[in-house]
């Protein structure tokens, strides 16, 4: 046997492990609910978020939570802040501006969603990736991950509501919150990793 | 994304970390089995982010690669499961912009049965085992978690401790119990301890001969702004590595393993008034890390850099010379040790 005839054996996982973690139904709208707005504490996602719900409650008939933290960015919530947040009929999660952040932002959104509370996550561009692989391997190609220009720690609290929350970003909020998961899955899946794909070898 | 898929045509396996590899043939990853012992059918995992496991065969594949020698194969299992461990955050770990990754301390007979270096340049270059071990865990990591450089391992700058980091602690020349049995093990078992850090930093000390003297330079070495250790304090795991010549100065003076740990609890400390709006502490708003040293303190107060005094990792490596090393735990993540098989 030659060496070109060698056999070499496969050094990635080739099976993904079964998660089950499902897509919460969407609200039939966003008027008359209550939405919970969850920072993960990484530097200005509580002036993001705050914007976002003061644009929702401007046009639309909805109440926003005050900002709920959890402890740190770099790991999970604590099972009270899930109790609490499970008391509204969505989440909005921010923000996955760094890797480890991001992940467990994912982490908090699986949970939830898991619950039956639908969750946007807003993401910085160059993390994007990192999260719908994360979605897409715990089998919810269809969590809507909005996607929010990088950076946004340095900014003013100004600047991030004047240049980070755009009329797109709204509308990717409503629409993430009232469409059906079937649907979220033709919007999002592979939304970013699609574009990264390429860049693997 | 699709997943990094082999490509059957090659014959040569891609190399994870830009340098060559041995190919995992199938001929040299069953022989690796055969002489390691392994059977076993079971998987390891999942992994994250891939939410992957993988089998003996696959992870044989990989320690094939990193160049380990088959009897090296049960260090590289047992860190791998330590990191699987929920406590030590390897989903943070490997996903996140700080240069943080796993590093495999080994304790027990082993150490001398596979000849991993504990002594001079513990941490550098010039120890089979030390350099394929920790490449072995830096493969698993790339090639079954996913941690894929720029795609969905986001380190800022990374590190060269990336490329694997694996030492023994140098039990021979410690003054004090070795790791594994200050955590509870017999000092006839083998153990690896894995540890989420970043790229050691040297603490010189050339001149001071007591025990608070060499210790008074390593603490400031070890309370600095900008470390995570500093702002992830209530997890944070400040690890200090001592050369022999400062632990036996600092055995000297009749000091304790403990005495150290206490030490750096007591002066590895930093000014309330210093850390904050620095960091990871933000005044401005709500976005801090809430962690429990700094809640309430007036200004003047000094802020250790852990939790309690249990919370250091102190241990004894490397060769002649009066260096020692400090570590910077991740923070929010918590070493790990275990048997190994």
């Not at chain 1, 089998?139 to 990088?150: A, D, K, M, N, S």
């Not at chain 2, 040569?12 to 390691?36: C, H, I, K, Q």
Request: some cysteine; proline content about 6%.
């Amino acid at each position: 046997m030659t060496s070109q005839d060698e056999e070499i054996l496969n050094p990635f996982a080739d099976e993904i492990e079964a998660k089950g973690t499902v897509l919460a139904d969407r609200l039939s709208t966003v008027d008359s609910v209550r939405i919970g707005l969850f920072s993960n504490t990484k530097k200005n996602a509580d002036y993001f978020l705050r914007e976002v719900g003061a644009q929702l409650e401007a046009d639309y008939d909805v109440d926003v939570s005050e900002v709920v933290y959890k402890d740190v960015a770099t790991s999970a919530a604590d099972e009270d802040i899930y109790e609490e947040l499970l008391g509204y009929d969505a989440v909005l999660i921010a923000y996955g501006d760094c890797g480890s952040c991001s992940s467990w932002t994912m982490h908090d959104s699986f949970q939830l969603e898991e619950a039956g509370v639908p969750t946007v996550v807003f993401c910085t561009e160059e993390f994007t990736t990192l999260c719908q692989y994360e979605a897409e391997n715990q089998g919810v190609p269809g969590l809507p991950i909005v996607e929010i220009e990088h950076p946004i720690a340095d900014l003013s609290p100004e600047a991030v509501a004047s240049d980070r929350v755009t009329d797109d970003i709204l509308t990717s909020v409503t629409e993430a919150l009232t469409t059906d998961p079937e649907v979220l899955v033709d919007l999002y899946q592979g939304k970013y990793t699609g574009a990264a794909s390429s860049e693997l070898v | 994304m699709s997943y990094p898929v082999y490509r059957g045509s090659m014959v040569t396996a891609s190399s994870p970390d830009g340098l060559p590899v041995v190919n995992p043939t199938r001929e040299r990853v069953e022989r690796f089995l055969d002489t390691a012992g392994v059977t076993s059918k079971d998987q390891l995992g999942p992994f994250p982010l891939s939410e992957r496991s993988a089998t003996m065969e696959t992870l044989a594949a990989n320690a094939v690669m990193a160049g380990c020698k088959s009897s090296y194969f049960g260090v590289v299992l047992s860190a791998l499961e330590a990191t699987l461990e929920a406590e030590f955050n390897l989903y943070g770990t490997l996903a996140t912009t700080e240069p943080h990754w796993p590093m495999v301390i080994v304790n027990g007979p082993v150490v001398e049965e596979l000849d991993i270096n504990s002594g001079t340049n513990a941490f550098g270059q010039g120890s089979k085992p030390n350099a394929t071990i920790g490449r072995a865990l830096t493969f698993v990591y790339m090639n079954v978690a996913g941690a894929t450089p720029g795609l969905t391992d986001k380190a800022t700058h990374g590190g060269p401790h990336k490329f694997g980091l694996c030492i023994a602690e140098n039990e021979f020349e410690s003054p004090w119990e070795p790791l594994h049995v200050e955590r509870g093990f017999d000092a006839n078992e083998n153990t690896v301890t894995v540890l989420t850090t970043e790229a050691p930093h040297n603490i010189s000390d050339h001149i001071a001969n007591t025990a608070a003297g060499v210790l008074t330079t390593a603490v400031q070495s070890m309370s600095v702004l900008g470390a995570n250790t500093t702002y992830l304090s209530e997890r944070a795991e400040p690890c200090l590595v001592l050369s022999p010549e400062h632990a036996a100065t600092i055995a000297r003076d009749g000091w304790s393993k403990d005495d150290v740990k206490r030490f750096i609890y007591d002066y590895a400390r930093i000014s309330h008034k210093e850390l904050r709006d620095q960091g990871m502490y933000d005044t401005q708003d709500g976005s801090r890390p809430h962690h429990v040293p700094v809640s309430g303190l007036p200004d003047n107060a000094d802020v250790p850099i852990c939790r309690s005094p249990e919370d250091p990792v102190v241990l004894v490596a490397g060769g002649t010379g009066r260096h020692s090393l400090f570590l910077s735990s991740f923070g929010d993540s918590r070493s790990v040790t275990r048997l190994i098989q």
